[in-house]
């Protein structure tokens, strides 16, 4: 039997891209999701926190979140696999949009503008805790107000970190990019390889 991982993540994108790749995994719920409301899961940005050391502090505690709930709910042990994506903008980070305003506002800052995604993941299976961090640069082409307004009524961006998914509709939007395009969907799979490597996942 292949070996399997618990994926810590409700993101449809990080699943597919596991499977891309051939990995076997479970999804590991949170109980509010990934995001906000389970108390050892708070996403709240620390003062002066630079987005490098935010991403990765999420992923960590996610992971980590994720080892607890396979002991509180007497699980099959498995690697628990969590990743966090962000976008930073001159310093500011930027996560999913918090409604169609601010998905406005966000879109509109990165028009014509370039920026940076991160997409930090970690793997724990209670002993061992690895972690590593896939850092892209993005370039937007100037977007009309129009394009925004149609782009967010497809209701796409509600759900993404920066209001936008690379691999939808907003694709029309980006000029170039540099880096992983699979870390800007939001699993880096050249870095999960690696972190898969270490805990002994074989891929081929």
Known sequence: MNPRIYLASKSPRRRDLLRQIGVQFDVLTFR?????EDPDVDETAVSGE??????????LTKAQAGVRRIQWRKLLRHPVLAADTALELNGDIIGKP???ADAHAILRRLSGRRHRVLTALAISDGERTRSKLSISTVKFRELSDLEIRHYIATGEPMDKAGAYGIQGKAAVFIEEIHGSYSGIMGL????????????GYPLY
């Not at 509010?32 to 906000?36: A, D, F, L």
């Not at 630079?50 to 992923?59: D, F, H, P, Q, T």
């Not at 880096?188 to 390889?193: C, H, I, K, M, N």
């Open 98 to 100: 918090t409604g169609t």
């Open 50 to 59: 630079g987005v490098e050391r935010y991403v990765e502090r999420l992923a």
């Open 32 to 36: 509010g999701g990934e995001r906000g």
């Open 188 to 199: 880096p799979l050249f870095e999960t390889a690696q972190l898969l490597e270490t805990f």
